[in-house]
């Protein structure tokens, strides 16, 4: 899985939503066409396990990118040190007129 690999219409998850692919010797054809299938060019090309990204790329030869992300820096991190709160309505009435921090 170190590559992206082209999804093909002889992978056992492939299917044409137009029931228009037959097998012809060692290729797929399309009987829309009367050309060889082209899972790339096909709007009608589907995957059983729903895999299939545009520009008819496998998606189980994809790897993800992940990043790791340390919460508490994100949660304790202050955008502006001398920011206070701003109160509306019932709870400025409850509390009063101060800022809270």
Same mark, same amino acid.
């Given at each position: 899985? =170190?590559? =992206?690999?082209?999804?093909? %219409? !002889?992978?056992?998850?492939?299917?044409?939503g +137009?029931?228009?692919?037959?097998?012809?010797?060692?290729?797929?054809?399309?009987?829309?066409?009367?050309?060889?299938?082209?899972? =790339?060019?096909? !709007?009608?090309?589907?995957?059983?396990?729903?895999? @299939? #990204?545009?520009?008819?790329?496998?998606?189980?030869?994809?790897? &993800?990118?992940?990043?790791?992300?340390? #919460?508490?820096?994100?949660?304790?991190?202050? !955008?502006? %040190?001398?920011?206070?709160?701003? #109160? +509306?309505?019932? =709870? #400025? &009435?409850k @509390?009063?007129?101060?800022?809270?921090?």
């Open positions: 899985m =170190a590559q =992206a690999k082209s999804c093909s %219409p !002889t992978c056992q998850s492939f299917k044409c +137009k029931n228009a692919a037959i097998f012809r010797r060692d290729s797929v054809w399309c009987r829309d066409g009367e050309e060889p299938c082209s899972v =790339a060019k096909c !709007t009608y090309s589907m995957c059983f396990k729903r895999r @299939l #990204l545009p520009g008819a790329i496998c998606g189980e030869t994809v790897r &993800r990118k992940t990043a790791e992300h340390d #919460l508490d820096d994100d949660f304790y991190r202050d !955008t502006k %040190p001398s920011a206070s709160v701003k #109160l +509306k309505g019932k =709870a #400025l &009435r @509390l009063g007129d101060q800022d809270y921090y």
